[in-house]
Nanobody, 119 residues
Framework: QVQLVESGGGLVQPGGSLRLSCAASRNIFSINVMSWYRQAPGKQRELVASIIISGGNTNYADSVKGRFTITRDGAKNTVYLQMNSLKPEDTAVYSC????????????WGQGTQVTVSS
């Protein structure tokens, strides 16, 4: 089992920055992949960024490349999403997911955090 707790969301003006945190209840190096997803009202959930924990390889949606950065901190069992140059279309609920492959694939989700980009 993995419990995930997101934090760091809020209201920010266009062009501003936020850093989201996703704290895991166990050593993140026991997790294969951690990802950030987002869902805006009336839209499907989309993958924003992911990181392979062991090697640090990252992947980003085209819409956030060059603006968002996903990182991990093993000492704090936390994955971060640094979001810069925010746009109104980045407004969504952002959720963290952990993927654990142990014979079968296990998925764990956090509760989500609201990000609103508005002037």
């Amino acid at each position: 089992q993995v419990q995930l707790v997101e934090s760091g969301g809020g209201l920010v003006q266009p062009g501003g920055s936020l850093r989201l945190s996703c704290a895991a209840s166990r050593n993140i190096f026991s997790i294969n992949v951690m990802s950030w997803y987002r869902q805006a009202p009336g839209k499907q959930r989309e993958l924003v960024a992911s990181i392979i924990i062991s090697g640090g390889n990252t992947n980003y949606a085209d819409s956030v490349k060059g603006r968002f950065t996903i990182t991990r901190d093993g000492a704090k069992n936390t994955v971060y999403l640094q979001m810069n140059s925010l746009k109104p279309e980045d407004t969504a609920v952002y959720s963290c997911k952990a993927l654990v492959v142990a014979g079968i694939v296990h998925e764990y989700w956090g509760q989500g955090t609201q990000v609103t980009v508005s002037s």
